[in-house]
């Protein structure tokens, strides 16, 4: 059974960076496109971002330039560098494949104050 496990998630101000990991077992990461994503207070799941195996990326227009996917296969983790973070960042953060494959894991929680 895949598991997935992120972390990384804290509180943080406005303006403030986090760095979310996310670990797997067996070979997911080094076989998959992996995706990032989010859930808000009382809204649905949605895609952040995304990475092939080529390393090829895309991002929800909300973080474009502001977030940054990342895949190390050798360490079988997957990164989301989040820079100029915004109070609607705020959420629970997962990773999966892309598209999604697996069960979820537990997410980290990530919380922007103003």
């Known amino acids: 059974q895949v598991r997935l496990v992120e972390s990384g998630g804290g509180l943080v101000q406005a303006g403030g960076s986090l760095r979310l990991s996310c670990a797997a077992s067996?070979?997911?990461?080094?076989?998959?496109?992996m995706s990032w994503y989010r859930q808000a207070p009382g809204k649905q799941r949605e895609l952040v971002a995304h990475?092939?195996?080529?390393?090829?990326?895309n991002y929800a227009g909300s973080v474009k330039g502001r977030f940054t996917i990342s895949r190390d296969n050798v360490k079988k983790t997957v990164y989301l560098q989040m820079n100029s973070l915004k109070p609607e960042d705020t959420g629970i953060y997962y990773c999966n494949t892309f598209p999604v494959g697996t069960q979820w894991g537990q997410g980290t929680q990530v919380t922007v104050s103003s």
């Open positions: 067996g070979s997911i990461i080094s076989r998959n496109a």
């Open positions: 990475i092939y195996s080529s390393g090829s990326t």
